[in-house]
């Protein structure tokens, strides 16, 4: 909705009186929005504080303690390894942020959001790996000046800034393949949900990680071949992953760099999944160019990533992902506007985005070659 600037002012002015905010936190109507809106604040002025009661809940496994049934405040400190106020400090700050109920006196169990975590592995990970980026974003504005760089998030996702990425060791991308691996739980799914792969014959998967993707796909279409391409270290482990599922004989995985060689010939379909955001816009020109080179008229690329501006979750896309990619060095969240003006710089047509369900974690943008 359009308002003018001058309304805004005024609006903004008001809003910035104490006695005005005084007023509206008693006044009937407009106590509640008050309320919510003085919270949201305090959620985003105290939001690390929060984050670090979840940190010492994982580092603690607290939630996975509580999965195998309720708790007394003792057995939780002994199990902790906690004194008993420590152990009551941290469960009620738990419980106030519904990951813990009180189930009687001195007696704790899983909460809605503590119950969400227990079916979603991959969300403990990213709360482990957060202490690099807390790290990093100590000087926001430094990183935002360009006048300082984050080392802990560019030493852990190896490609970025390697001169040659595809000499990078199995040790420096074992734990970004991990924690990449294990939040394809929320994302393969809500992908292959909402488009089909019934008509296509061969699915490529550039920067596919250790194949948890292309493994999701491949189970849910027994007809589909599928060839995942990454650094040499990480597609000897989806190599190795193929072989455990049994997918053997439908799956390869070929190493190289996405940026020097080229990519696998043969597919009619192409994804890239979680890739073009990590890079700079030129960077991610080139990547999918080169997806393009990899497809033959008519076929199709699949992009799948947080985007920026997605209604409902803005923060996710542009204060989260904005700031991680720039502590990490590397890439931008962008709006699916500029995705599509990308795309078709690239020659793609038919550029469309499909509805995820769960569009805060990734959206879903096609087009055809
Ligand atoms: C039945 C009745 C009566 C009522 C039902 C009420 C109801 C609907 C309750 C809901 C219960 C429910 C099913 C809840 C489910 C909650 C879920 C699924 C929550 C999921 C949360 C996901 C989170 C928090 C994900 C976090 C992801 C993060 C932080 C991802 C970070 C990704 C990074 C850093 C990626 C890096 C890659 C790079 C480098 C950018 O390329
Ligand atoms: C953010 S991860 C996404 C992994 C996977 N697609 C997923 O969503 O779980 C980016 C992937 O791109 C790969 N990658 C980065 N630079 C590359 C390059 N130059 N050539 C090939 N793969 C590259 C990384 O090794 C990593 O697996």
Same mark, same amino acid.
């Given at each position: ?22 007023? +509206? ?24 504080? =929060? ?15 509580? /999965?195998? $049934? ?38 704790? !169990? ?20 957060? /202490? ?23 030493? =852990?996702? +190896? ?16 734990? =970004? ?13 809500? %992908? ?15 920067? $596919? ?16 071949? %599928? ?20 997918? /053997? ?16 010939? $043969? !597919? ?14 030129? %960077? ?69 985005? %499909? ?15």
């Amino acid at each position: 909705m359009w308002v003018p600037n001058r309304l805004l002012d005024l609006r903004n002015r008001v809003f910035a009186n104490p006695a005005f905010q005084r007023w +509206a936190a008693t006044f009937p109507l407009t106590r509640l929005i008050a309320q919510r809106r003085a919270r949201q604040l305090f959620d985003i002025v105290a939001g690390f504080v =929060y984050s670090q009661v979840l940190f010492a809940c994982v580092r603690l496994r607290l939630l996975d303690h509580l /999965a195998e $049934g309720p708790l007394t405040l003792d057995q939780l400190a002994r199990r902790l390894d906690l004194p008993p106020d420590g152990a009551r400090r941290l469960l009620r700050a738990a419980v106030s942020l519904r990951l813990v109920a009180v189930r009687g006196r001195d007696r704790y !169990a899983l909460d809605e959001l503590g119950a969400a975590m227990m079916g979603n592995p991959g969300i403990a990970a990213m709360v482990e790996h957060h /202490a690099m980026a807390y790290v990093d974003l100590q000087d926001p504005v430094a990183l935002l000046r360009g006048e300082a760089q984050g080392q802990a998030l560019k030493d =852990y996702w +190896a490609y970025v800034g390697a001169d040659v990425p595809a000499s990078a060791a199995g040790h420096a991308v074992d734990g =970004y393949t991990a924690l990449m691996a294990d939040s394809q739980h929320l994302i393969a799914g809500d %992908v292959l949900d909402a488009c089909s792969l019934k008509d296509h014959r061969c699915l490529l998967d550039v920067g $596919g990680g250790d194949g948890s993707f292309l493994v999701a796909a491949a189970k849910r279409w027994p007809h589909l071949r %599928v060839i995942l391409f990454d650094l040499p270290a990480v597609a000897e482990r989806a190599r190795a992953r193929f072989a455990r599922e049994g997918l /053997a004989e439908r799956a390869t995985a070929i190493g190289g760099d996405m940026l020097r060689d080229p990519l696998p010939q $043969g !597919a009619d379909i192409v994804s890239l999944v979680r890739v073009l955001h990590d890079h700079d816009d030129e %960077v991610a020109q080139r990547i999918i160019q080169a997806a393009g080179r990899a497809l033959a008229p008519g076929g199709t690329l699949l992009v799948t990533e947080p985007m920026s501006g997605t209604r409902g979750a803005e923060p996710i896309g542009d204060a989260y992902f904005g700031f991680y990619l720039l502590a990490m060095g590397s890439g931008r969240p962008r709006t699916p506007r500029e995705l599509k003006t990308m795309l078709r710089a690239a020659d793609f047509d038919r550029v469309r985005l %499909v509805p995820t369900c769960r569009p805060m974690l990734t959206r879903l943008m096609l087009a055809r070659k």
